[in-house]
């Protein structure tokens, strides 16, 4: 973090990362952080998994502090399980001083980053029967400049402090107009040239 404008947020212990480093459990966390509460039959019939499946995956995300269940909401039989706001970070900086724990970070990042993937890829294929003022107002963006690392840093928290500041503006709005917009900033080096291919 070189910024303030960067959220500061829970930084994962090798057992929440454990817990989270499983397909349909990333998936569940994504859902839940996208779309709020859910149930483990609702997730059951987003995912096409069994509501067994997303029962046992959901507490064992919730015995890790990923999710909680709501409280005053569902009943014994249909509990509502919900991801707690705020940021959390998937880099354990003393989890990558070994390869079992840095075979843990990137089991979960490989997870998390096919699931955007997928997502983005979605609405290329899609996207265009969508209603078409959420079309126009889409973006995927893709540039390249040859920056230092301080100036990479520099960009990387403007575009940070824009998705904080959206997000901790309109996270609790409600109304009929409403969707989920995901929203993506992707700021890295490219190889050397004349690197490795």
Do not use: C
Request: proline residues 4%.
């Amino acid at each position: 973090m070189t910024d303030s404008s960067r959220p500061e947020g829970r930084v994962l212990d090798a057992g929440a990362l454990r817990a989270l480093a499983h397909p349909l459990r990333v998936r569940l966390y994504d859902l839940l952080s996208q779309y709020g509460a859910q149930t483990a039959s609702g997730l059951a019939a987003l995912t096409g998994e069994s509501t067994g499946a997303t029962s046992y995956h959901l507490r064992a995300l919730a015995k890790h502090d990923l999710i909680r269940e709501v409280e005053g909401r569902g009943t014994a039989r249909e509990r509502w399980w919900e991801r707690p706001a705020g940021a959390v970070t998937l880099v354990n900086p003393d989890l990558a001083t070994t390869p079992s724990g840095r075979a843990v970070m990137e089991a979960v990042h490989s997870e998390t980053l096919t699931l955007r993937q997928q997502q983005l890829m979605t609405f290329v294929t899609h996207g265009w029967d969508d209603d078409e003022a959420w079309l126009d107002k889409s973006l995927i963006s893709t540039a390249s400049a040859r920056l230092t690392v301080e100036q990479m840093a520099e960009l990387a928290d403007r575009l940070q402090s824009v998705i904080t500041e959206t997000v901790d503006r309109y996270r609790d709005q409600s109304g009929d107009d409403l969707r989920v917009v995901t929203m993506r900033a992707d700021v890295f080096p490219l190889p050397l040239e004349g690197g490795p291919r």
